[in-house]
């Protein structure tokens, strides 16, 4: 079972990944000074990336529990 955690760890990794990719990409937006509806689109799309980030995360601690539990 230790491709499982190793798995969830890639998995894991990927995903913060994916919400270090949003705190960049957030920052950049605030420092380009868009105005409030362009911030407001912009943002808009990150939430989707975030969310989705967060998840792959907690899947891949979740695989990675699994693979300890049972492992």
């Known amino acids: 079972m230790d491709w499982l955690i190793i798995t969830g760890a890639v998995v894991s990794f990927l995903g913060l990944c994916g919400l270090v990719y949003c705190i960049v990409s957030a920052m ?3 420092k380009s000074n868009l105005d ?4 407001r689109v912009h ?5 989707a990336w975030n969310m989705g980030a967060l998840f792959t ?3 891949g601690l979740m695989i ?8």
Do not use: H, N, P, Q
Request: aromatic share 4%; proline share 0%; net charge positive.
């Open 28 to 30: 950049k937006a605030r």
């Open 36 to 39: 409030d509806e362009a911030m």
């Open 43 to 47: 943002l808009r799309g990150l939430v």
């Open 57 to 59: 995360s907690i899947l």
């Open 64 to 71: 990675v529990v699994v693979g300890i539990m049972f492992g």
